[in-house]
C-alpha cells in the first residue's frame, strides 16, 4: 500500500466554469518514486463541467458490463485478462510478499476509488476499494507502459483529460498485472496496462464523517458508504453460525407461510391486509410455531426456521413491528434437553464469532467476557423457578391463589406496586381490562427480571404458569406449572422454549381458557380448531425453542438499539428513507 508523507504545502484553485470551484490541494512526498505527487482532497466539491458531461451522456458513463465485455474480447491484445476481486489479489500476490513484475499474468479488477495522486503529468497512482471486504489495493497507471498505446494511440493530453476526469468514490475496472513499485520499499501493486474505465461515477459528494444518528437514520445508503458495512456483514455471520449449527446437527430447514386468514401461535396482534381478488382478510405471522409444529406432525424429525415474523407493537429500544427470528423443533426432546440444546448453540455462536470479529477494526468486550462468563460456568446458564423466586419476593404463597383469577391476583399486590404497573383504567376494573397472563408477566418483569437477570452470564427462569404458557406441556409433578423457560441476558429476554403440548383435547382446553380473556387482553390466542385437529392425527413428544436474533445481534455487536442492526433501521426510519 502506498505511503505518503504530507508536506504542509497548500494552494487553491479555479476552474474556468462559471461556478467557481474552490478546492484545496496537498503537496505530498511518494515513498514510491521519491517524486512529489499532488493528491485530490476528498472533501472538494464536484465539478459542475464533470457533471454537465456526465448527465449529456449518460451511455457512455454508465456502460453495461456485457458492452465492455464484447469491447474487451474483440480487442487485438491476445493478453487474456482474469477477473480477480480485491481480496483475492491481496491473498495470492500482497500476503506472498511478492517481489517482481509479472507482466504475463492478466487482470481485470473491478472497485471503488478511495485516493487520487497524481505525479507529474504521466503517472498516476489510484487506492482502489473493495467497499464490503474494505480491502485497498493500489493501482499504478503510467502512460509511457499502456499496452494499447500503438493500436489505440493516446495523446498525453487525452490521459491527462482521463484521468482528471476521475474522483473519489467514482466505480472503475481496470486491466493490468501484478508488480511492484519502483523504490525500496517495492510496494505491491496492480500495474495497469490500459487507461481505467469508468463504471459509475459519483454525482454527489459525499461526507467525510458522518456521527449524527439523526442523519444515519434518515439515509442508511450514506451512512454505509461513509461508516462502512461491517455491522451488516457481522450480522450476516452471525445468522450464518445458527444456520450451520442446526444443520450439522441434521436439522432440516424449512419455510413457512407468511401470509394467512388467522395468525397465531403467540400472544401479539397481526397486522390485517386484504386479497384483491376475493376481497378476503389475511393477516401476517406473528410466529411460525402452529406451521413448524404441523410439520412435525407430518413426519419429520427435527426442523428449524430463520424468518420474518410480524407483530403490530409499539417501536422502542428492542422492539420492531418486523423482526427475525429463530425457531427449531425436535421430536422426543424433554426440557433439559431443550436448555442442553440452548446452551449448546450460545457456545457455538460465540466460539465462531470471536475469530470474526477479532478479524476487524472493532473493538469488542461484550462477546469476549460472555465467553469467560460461560467458561468459568461449565458453559451452563443461570437457574432460576419463576412461582418459588415470585413467592419469596413478594412474601406471598402463590400456590394458594388462584393463577387464573385477576381478582386473586391483583389482592396480593401491594398497591403502590398496583399503580406503577398498571394504568388507572386496568386498576379500576382489573376483570375486564387485564389478563392472568398480562399481570404475571408484569410481575415477573419487576421482581424476577429486574433482580435476578441483570447481569451477562444468561439467566433462565423456568416453569412458567400454566395460565402463561397454553402450548406448553402441563409439568407431571405440579399442575400449576408448565415445562417452560426463557433465557434472559442483561434484562432482556432472548430464547423463549417448551416442551410443546401434544394432547389435542388438553391443547383445546388451554385455547379456550386463553380465549376467555380476549376481550381483556386483546394478544391473547385465539383458538385454531384446525390445529387441534391436525394434532389428532398423532404429534410425538416435541421439544421447541424460539430465539430473537436482532436481539441477539444486539448484544454480540454491542449495539444499544435495534435499528442498529437492521439495514434500514426499525420501521420509524424506514419510513422517512
Known sequence: MLRSRLYSIRYTCKLRSSNYLRCTRRLLHDNTTGTNITKINAVKLQNKERLDKIVNNVTSHYPSM?????????????????????????????????????????????????????????????????????????????????????????????????ISFLRKNDYIQVLGYPGVSENKKRTISLKCTSIPILLSPIQVPLPNSLSNDIKINKNRVLNYQVNGI??????????????????????????????????????????????????????????????????????????????????????????????????????????????????????????????????TNIQNDTIHELRRLLQENDWKFNQIEFLPTLSKEMNVHFDKVDLSDCTQLMSVIPLEVQKELFTSLELKSPQTQLSPQRILDKLCGKYIESNYCQGLLPTIILHHPVVMSPLAKINTENDLISQRFEVFIKGKEYINAYEEENCPQLQLKKFQKQHEFKENDKESLDI?????????????????????????????????????????GSLDDVNIQ
Open 230 to 359: 461491517q455491522t451488516m456483514v457481522l450480522r450476516s455471520h452471525i445468522i450464518n453460525s445458527i444456520r450451520s449449527f442446526f444443520l450439522r446437527k441434521n436439522f432440516i430447514e424449512v419455510e413457512t407461510p407468511i401470509l394467512s386468514n388467522s395468525a397465531n401461535g403467540a400472544n401479539a396482534l397481526p397486522f390485517v391486509t386484504k386479497l384483491n381478488y376475493n376481497n378476503q382478510n389475511l393477516q401476517l405471522r406473528i410466529a411460525p410455531e402452529l406451521w413448524l409444529k404441523r410439520l412435525i406432525i407430518g413426519g419429520l424429525n427435527q426442523i428449524f426456521e430463520i424468518g420474518k415474523v410480524f407483530r403490530n407493537e409499539s417501536v422502542d429500544s428492542t422492539h420492531n413491528p418486523e423482526f427475525t427470528m429463530l425457531e427449531c423443533y425436535q421430536r422426543y426432546l424433554s426440557m433439559n434437553d431443550l436448555i442442553d440444546l440452548a446452551q449448546t448453540l450460545f457456545k457455538h455462536i460465540i466460539k465462531t464469532m470471536i475469530p470474526i470479529i477479532e478479524g
Open 66 to 162: 456485457s458492452s465492455i465485455q464484447m469491447v474487451q474480447s474483440d480487442s487485438s491484445n491476445t493478453n487474456v485478462n482474469k477477473s480477480i476481486n480485491i481480496d483475492k489479489f491481496i491473498s495470492a500476490y500482497v500476503d506472498r510478499k511478492l517481489d517482481k513484475d509479472l507482466p504475463d499474468i492478466g487482470l481485470m479488477m473491478n472497485g471503488r476509488i478511495e485516493t487520487i495522486r497524481t505525479a507529474g503529468k504521466k503517472m498516476c497512482f489510484i487506492d482502489l476499494k473493495d467497499t464490503q471486504d474494505n480491502q485497498i489495493v493500489q493501482l499504478i497507471i503510467n502512460y509511457n507502459k499502456l499496452s494499447n498505446k500503438e493500436n489505440s494511440p493516446l495523446t498525453e493530453k487525452e490521459f491527462i483529460d482521463r
Open 528 to 568: 385454531d380448531y384446525q390445529y387441534v385437529e391436525t394434532m389428532k392425527s398423532g404429534m410425538p413428544p416435541t421439544g421447541g425453542m424460539g430465539l430473537g436474533i436482532d436481539r441477539l445481534c444486539m448484544l454480540l455487536l454491542e449495539k444499544n438499539r435495534i435499528e442498529q442492526v437492521l439495514p434500514f
